[in-house]
């Protein structure tokens, strides 16, 4: 069965601190890739997505997510997290021409000032 | 734009009783998910609906659960009985979507969180 894998369940860094969390996916065809973002008491919004081109992808607040086909990886990383960026983050895959929707069971992110 | 509206935000009932969730998605948003999230996971898709025909429902336990969008805008989710384990957030999202060949972004309600005691 197609699953997605989010290896660190929480993470604890501080301020200016790098960041990468880790997602893989099994699914051997093409798919669509979403990293998604829940700020405490907000709900889930879009941080950035991959359909095809560059595999390197820029989303919003300087977070950047890379697609490595040959690790059916898809890693979020930001250079220096902010206290702001305390949140819990979504990893999400879609194989192309499905409408199936799956996500991995997130990654809670805690930024100490 | 407004956003994803669902209601009621928080409910709490007993166990063998029955409730019902409402959405109502972005204007001109022809996808619409429901989805489960339990504490410490991810939101499980249990149905998701092309205008108002259902295009997957394979993870929506229908002995206990049923859904409708009849006029192809908003929805309604249905668990009837209850059970302790279907203690939850419920999410509702949509997206523009016409077509399986065509990608893009879902955007997401704020959820109802159901106790089940």
């Known amino acids: 069965a197609q699953s997605v894998s989010q290896h660190n369940h929480h993470v604890i860094l501080s301020e200016a601190a790098s960041l990468e969390l880790g997602c893989n996916y099994s699914?051997?065809?093409?798919?669509?890739l979403f990293w998604y973002v829940q700020y405490p008491g907000q709900h889930l919004q879009l941080l950035l997505k991959y359909f095809s081109g560059d595999p390197l992808v820029k989303g919003i607040k300087g977070f950047e997510a890379e697609f490595i086909k040959s690790k059916f990886s898809f890693n979020l990383r930001k250079p220096s997290v902010q206290w702001s960026d305390t949140a819990e983050y979504f990893c999400?895959?879609?194989?192309?021409?499905?409408?199936?929707?799956?996500f991995g069971t997130g990654t809670r992110l805690k930024v100490l000032a | 734009e407004a956003g994803v509206a669902q209601s009621p935000r928080y409910k709490i009932i007993e166990k063998r009783q029955s409730v019902a969730f409402w959405c109502n998605p972005i204007?001109?948003?022809?996808?619409l998910y429901w989805y489960q999230q339990i504490l410490g996971q991810g939101p499980k898709l249990l149905i998701q609906?092309?205008?108002?025909?259902?295009?997957?429902d394979s993870q929506l336990p229908k002995d206990r659960f049923s859904a409708e969008r009849l006029k192809g805008v908003d929805s309604t989710l249905k668990i009837q009985p209850a059970k302790l384990e279907d203690s939850a957030v419920y999410l509702c999202a949509s997206s523009f979507r016409r077509t399986v060949a065509s990608t893009d972004t879902q955007y997401f309600g704020p959820g109802t969180r159901l106790t089940v005691l």
């Open positions: 609906f092309q205008n108002n025909g259902v295009v997957d």
């Open positions: 999400a895959v879609t194989p192309s021409g499905t409408y199936k929707y799956i």
């Open positions: 699914y051997g065809g093409t798919v669509n």
């Open positions: 204007s001109g948003h022809a996808t």
